[in-house]
């Protein structure tokens, strides 16, 4: 069984993409078929009108999959609020060769969002504000082939860019304040650390109903395995200092990678990996090897700089397999 994530960057057609989606297909393409996976977990597809159609589709996707093995693919889309509809921006898909048997989006279920009254807005805030999760996490139970049940669990957290302050910014990337830009960056960090609070919730509620439940967590988590989110996620006996809860920990796969092949993104020339599969002490039993795709990658942020119109993804794929 291969399980990979690959986090796609803002997959979409023209007019809103930058380039043609078959020169994104060229360089996207070829690292799915590489992937080979049976369940593949993606991140910021993009959600687009069409004519014909009352709401969006995933019409970039469908392109992007035409030809290849995912295209027969049983699918699950997240979605925001109450109702069925993807979204312009975004999306969480993953896609099962197994019948999917159910799927969900989970967004504020466990953690409300948090109130908060910003001190450097300009003019000063006179109430508090709602700080929300940007996109929700995609449940979904996949039946594989040796009769067993699979959580998969999508997720795409918060990325470390300070947050929007009120009359704090000239432009998208240009401060009027230290101060400003310090408060944005820490309202950033609870996003991302609630959110990792919101699935460990609901792992933990999985295994309080099957102790030996097979749960896969995955997708781009914007932190290094080292950072709160990804201690969060895991709860290492370290961290909680009771031995007896040890077996209901999360494993980072990739701590198992040599250091030299262990990142997924390369910014101002240093490697991270900030895109991960974990898996549950049941599940782990069956682990194998993991991989990481990241010969071709770039740096992203002197590919943002001089690069016209990137056609790849500045993050590699990430692929896990286990023995069925």
Known sequence: MRIATFNLESLDLPPRAARPIE???????????????????????NGQRVPGEPLRVLAALDLLLEGTRYQSYSRSVTHHADDQRVVDVHNLVTLSCWPILSSRSICHEFIQPLRYRPVTAQPPNQDDEEIG?????????????????????????????????????????????????AEGFCISSIKRNAQALEIRLFVDQLLGVDRHADIIV???FNAEDNESPLRILVGAEQDTGNG?????????????????????????????????????????????????????????????????????????????????
């Open 23 to 45: 020169a994104r297909i060229d360089m996207l393409r070829p690292e799915l078929e590489r992937a080979d996976a049976d369940i593949l977990c993606l991140q910021e597809v």
């Open 218 to 220: 995955t997708g781009d």
């Open 133 to 181: 999760f940007d996109r929700p996490a995609l449940i979904t139970e996949v039946a594989t082939s040796d009769g067993r049940t699979l959580h998969v669990i999508n997720c795409h957290l918060r990325a470390p860019l300070a947050s929007n302050i009120a009359g704090q910014k000239q432009a998208p990337f240009v401060w009027n304040s230290i101060s400003g830009w």
């Open 244 to 324: 007896a809860l040890a077996a209901s920990s999360m494993i980072v796969l990739d701590r198992g990678l040599p250091e030299d092949r262990r990142f997924s993104v390369v910014h101002q020339g240093r490697p991270q990996m900030l895109d991960h599969v974990l898996c549950s002490r049941a599940l782990y039993g069956r682990f194998k090897e993991v991989q990481v795709y990241n010969e071709a990658l770039s740096d992203e942020a002197v590919a943002y700089a001089r690069v016209d119109r990137p056609t790849g993804s500045s993050h590699a794929c990430v692929v896990a397999e286990f023995l069925m």
